[in-house]
């Protein structure tokens, strides 16, 4: 399968589970696909190939519809089963869009996850798709929280722990189900995940040293970010 890489754009590899079902899943890897080719582009990064556990799901129909090389992987997911697809595909950046799999090995400071709710709260094994917007709606029941949240972060070997990028808020509406809710934030996060991931791939927010949690970001883009730069223990540099 041939696409056009341009010169210059940095390389993405993108990791998606999706579902087993062939019309199901994979609509964030799609609209990063359909961000990078618009003019200008909203994700300014050559997709190289989708990774997926699922043979012929969603993600693989996608891909195919959209001319991007499609690689089924059954694991094992482990350090040398990740590293294997890396040095295929060389990379300069890796974006887990769904990709429920833990990750091992990767490098922190290039590899960014999209997590549906509120991190940390809502993070960590076991955590994801509708049991997140579950546990939200009990918690927002409760009285603990009047919003959910997009979150992005980059990944280190500990689920969801990794120095947050973003937290978006989605306000939670008295009269929401879990799967209202659900339907709102994947409706946002499409559009929330190639943004602020180009903001990544541009440099323009970077995580030089993950012994660290601090997040370098270029002052550029500072008047913008700097709404969403309220995250506790979260540490922020501005380079000029």
């Known amino acids: 399968m041939q696409q ?8 993405l590899l993108v990791f998606a589970s ?3 079902e062939p019309n199901e899943g994979g609509s964030g890897f799609q609209e990063m696909v359909e961000f990078s080719r618009t003019d200008p582009p909203i994700l300014d990064a050559d997709i190289v190939a989708v990774i ?10 996608k891909s195919q519809l959209l001319n991007i090389p499609f690689e089924y992987w059954s694991g094992p997911f482990d350090e040398e089963g990740y590293k294997t697809i890396i040095e295929k595909y060389q990379p300069d950046f890796v974006m887990l869009s769904g990709w429920l799999k833990k990750t091992i090995g990767l490098n922190p400071s290039k590899t960014i996850n999209i997590h549906p709710g509120p991190l940390p709260e809502f993070g960590g094994k076991g955590m994801y798709g509708h049991f997140v917007h579950e546990a939200v709606i009990e918690a927002f029941h409760q009285g603990k929280i009047k919003q959910s949240a997009i979150s992005m972060h980059f990944v280190t070997e500990k689920y969801d ?6 937290k978006y808020p989605v306000l939670i509406r008295l009269d929401d189900t879990p799967q209202t809710l659900a339907q709102r934030v994947n409706e946002k996060e499409r559009v929330i995940q190639s943004i602020f991931l180009n903001l990544v791939v541009m440099g323009y927010i970077t995580y030089p040293d993950p012994d660290y949690r601090t997040l370098v970001i270029d002052e550029k883009i500072w008047g913008f970010y700097k709404q969403f730069a309220n995250i506790p223990g979260q540490k922020y540099e501005i380079k000029k």
Do not use: A, L
């Open 4 to 11: 056009n890489i341009q010169k210059n754009r940095k390389k």
């Open 18 to 20: 999706g579902s087993k």
């Open 52 to 61: 997926s556990n699922n043979q012929f799901g969603g993600v693989y129909n």
């Open 161 to 166: 722990e990794g120095p947050i990028i973003v």
